[in-house]
């Protein structure tokens, strides 16, 4: 009874404030309904992307303004909709409440709570908005530890990069991303994970893995999931983008993962089938490059002039058949910094994480690379290059010389090393640690398979005995001569 | 049948003209016949109606008051729209 006092007196309270107001409207009338989209008549003076009111309370926005009649994306439940009823323009852009309480939180691409939550936002962000021009940019110079071995060494990512994580599916493309989240924690970046078109259940499963290792504080999840409404799932990486925005603008470093772009544009091409715009390509609409280069072209690093911040992106496809040159993948490939290829032989042959190393490159991010870890990844990089160019004649020639045999060896420990468990990041000194040794050539009389069993005894010991040491490198991101030779007593005890 | 295209043109035209005439028309819902002394009277309240034709169209779910309507545009002044609202205010308060 309590509760419905409460109740009667909220409804009293708002009724009370408003006083009743003349206003004039705009309006149309709904003449057509198709999956997701309306078309309707009026509405003379909508604009591109306001915000629509159907007489059920449903909103939606306009996608499409034709002579007569304008396309209305629906965002929400289409079903309840009636031709012949009214539609009012709210004269709003299409925007989103964005802030620091939805930090932990799982939301829609409206950012509405998933969890029934009231989230008390003040502030509202544009969902589209154009990317910070040249002026307020500069180059990425600050790495971003993803904490994977293999990527901060040989494809480095910087804060404000693009970075395409790319592969067939089950090659561990959402792993990479998510242990690159949970690699942030105290570093000061805010982690944006959002996902479009996937199953519940694998959300469902990668918030129980951000909340197991503490990643929640500092994340927020943007979810429409498979059986939501194609508007929603079109929205979506642009709604996580602003909400990132929000936090860019008050000079934050943000973290922004799309997983995937493939069913973005899938819902993409839905829509603009629908509303029976010229279907190209593998009938993706004409405008489907600028889909994707509007979204990640708002990933930026901005001066200190304009209050610095800087917000990175790492875009996932899923490729077919590891076919890169498909309609989707290249033109992303095209528009971002860089690209991690995931390959499925590789995962199967237990190198995880399966990066491709040859394939993969990274633009922007080496002028980011701290100084430690490039005084290892130089020659970690040429030990790979001659190990896979001699690896792959080296199986039909029985009698090889010494130095081939050694560049194999190295080349196989190298391999080794890189090698990662899931959800096990390293913190900066540890990586360059474990890869100095085998850069090194410390690990060349090690047998292949025991360097697992090494890596895992070096670590422990590097964390207790190595203690100072990694606090020092990880502080001062160099590493000095006297650090050098601390590394290799620890090294030749440990083996 | 295929229509030629300068019919077609012709037709556009007509429709548009049409449509140009209608929108420069105000349409006065009401939930009754309105007589021409409340047309009068919702004039005086709204100056910018007298210069226009106005119609007169009955919708009985408006249940009371009246809606204007020019072209796209529109002020909604009846008691349907009023309990919609607070329809949607209750469940939102919820």
């Known amino acids: 009874m309590k509760l419905f006092d409460q109740y009667l007196k909220e409804v009293e309270k708002e009724l009370g404030s408003k006083k009743t107001q003349v206003k004039t409207a705009e309006v149309g009338t709904l003449v057509e309904i198709k999956d997701g989209v309306a078309i309707a008549m009026g509405l003379d003076n909508s604009f591109y992307g306001e915000l629509v009111e159907f007489t059920s309370g449903v909103q939606g926005f306009v996608i499409e303004l034709m002579e007569d009649s304008v396309g209305i994306v629906v965002l929400g439940d289409y079903l309840t909709l009636e031709a012949g009823s009214r539609v009012t323009a709210t004269g709003k852009i299409l925007s989103l409440p964005v802030g620091e309480e939805l930090l932990g939180h799982v939301v829609d691409p409206l950012s509405a709570s998933l969890e029934n939550l009231k989230l008390k936002t003040k502030k509202r962000y544009p969902i589209e908005r154009i990317a910070s021009g040249v002026v307020y940019r500069k180059s990425v110079t600050v790495p971003l530890q993803t904490g994977i071995k293999a990527i901060d060494a040989l494809i480095p990512i910087g804060r404000g990069q693009r970075e395409l994580i790319i592969g067939d599916r089950t090659t561990g493309k959402t792993t990479v991303a998510i242990d690159t989240i949970i690699n942030q924690k105290g570093k000061d970046v805010i982690c944006i994970y959002c996902a479009i078109g996937q199953k519940n259940a694998k959300v469902a499963q990668v918030i129980e893995t951000l909340r197991s290792h503490g990643a929640m504080d500092y994340t927020i999840v943007v979810s429409s999931s498979a059986s939501d409404s194609a508007a929603l799932q079109y929205l979506s990486p642009y709604s996580a983008t602003a909400i990132g925005e929000y936090f860019l603008d008050q000079g934050k470093d943000v973290l922004v993962v799309y997983d995937d772009l493939t069913k973005h544009a899938w819902a993409y091409r839905q829509i603009s089938l629908i509303l029976r715009r010229p279907a190209g390509r593998e009938a993706y609409p004409g405008d489907v490059f600028y889909l994707h280069s509007r979204l990640l072209e708002r990933a930026c690093r901005i001066t200190d002039e304009f209050g610095g911040g800087s917000l990175t992106a790492l875009p996932i496809i899923e490729t077919l058949d590891n076919d890169i040159a498909a309609y989707i993948p290249t033109n992303v490939i095209s528009i971002t910094d860089g690209q991690l290829f995931l390959e499925t032989d590789l995962f199967n042959n237990g190198v995880r994480p399966a990066i491709n190393v040859g394939n993969s490159v990274s633009r922007v991010g080496g002028s980011a690379q701290t100084k430690a870890m490039k005084s290892v990844s130089g020659r970690l990089k040429l030990d790979l290059a001659q190990y896979r160019s001699l690896a792959a004649f080296s199986q039909f020639e029985s009698d090889l010389d010494a130095e081939t045999k050694q560049f194999l060896n190295r080349g196989a420990k190298t391999t080794q090393v890189l090698k990662q468990n899931k959800h096990d990041v390293y913190s900066l000194a540890e990586e360059v640690a474990i890869l100095w040794a085998a850069a090194k050539g410390h690990l060349d009389s090690l047998e292949t398979d025991k360097i697992v069993e090494f890596e895992s005894k070096f670590i422990d010991s590097l964390r207790t005995k190595g203690k100072d040491w990694m606090k020092r490198v990880n502080a001062n991101k160099i590493m000095d001569e006297k650090d050098e030779k601390e590394l290799e007593k620890l090294v030749k005890s440990t083996l | ?94």
């Open chain 2, 1 to 94: 049948m295929k229509i030629s295209s300068l019919m077609k043109e012709e037709l556009k035209k007509h429709f548009l003209a049409k449509l140009k005439q209608r929108n420069d028309e105000v349409t006065i819902v009401s939930a009754y016949p309105l007589s021409s002394s409340e047309i009068e009277g919702i004039k005086k309240i709204v100056p910018d109606l007298k210069l226009s034709k106005i119609n007169n169209e009955v919708d009985e779910k408006l249940i009371a008051g009246y809606i204007i309507r020019k072209g796209s545009k529109m002020i909604d002044l009846s008691l349907q729209q009023r309990l919609a609202k607070l329809q949607q205010l209750s469940h939102e308060a919820l």
